[in-house]
């Protein structure tokens, strides 16, 4: 064996030159595995979504708030609507409760980038306090919980997860599906029951502070 070592010292040589290439391959792949995991930690986005309802002295409201709680931006992909579990493309139900004469402003999110701290309303209803009866108001209430809101959004990486207000948390998902339109940018087309009342949130009604 001995002789054999002595022979063969190139052999050695090489063998352990590639040993040390190896080891040095694997502490880059490792390194490069911890800065990639670090940069996506950096900017992994966190949308909550919560519906509101809201008295004051004057007035009432229900409506929609997303907010991104995380340290990056959030890309939202697609929004869809549910009511009692089921998938629907348009506020009816709820807009045959509301008192004549109520206002609504509306905002698009589909394909929106929603930054860290950002938040959006896509839909708050606004009516006067006395509009509703103690029973209408009741039944308003009672209809409004029945409705369930699904974003789909991802990181600047492809990254991705849903929220929902369903669901406190966030899943994860593989991509977000096709989705088309968006039922909030739908409402402000159609202009609901009385478009002169109807606005966008851009044009300055604001979601009440719940």
Known sequence: MWRWLTNNHQTLTGIGAMLVGVAALFVAWDQGR???AQQHGAVVPVLQVDGFIQ????LRSVGLRIVNNGVGPAMI???TLGREGALVDNFDPLIELMP???DQSWSSVNGRALAPGGEVAPIVFLWERGALGEEELRALLAEWQNWSVEICYCSVFDRCWTSSTDDAGRSPVRQCPAVEGDPFAELGASG???PGLTRSASDGL???TP
């Not at 008295?55 to 004057?58: G, Q, V």
């Open 55 to 58: 008295s004051t002295p004057e």
């Open 206 to 208: 604001e979601a009440p």
């Open 34 to 36: 911890v800065m990639r």
């Open 77 to 79: 992909e697609s929004v």
């Open 192 to 194: 609901g029951p009385d």
């Open 100 to 102: 004549a004469g109520f």
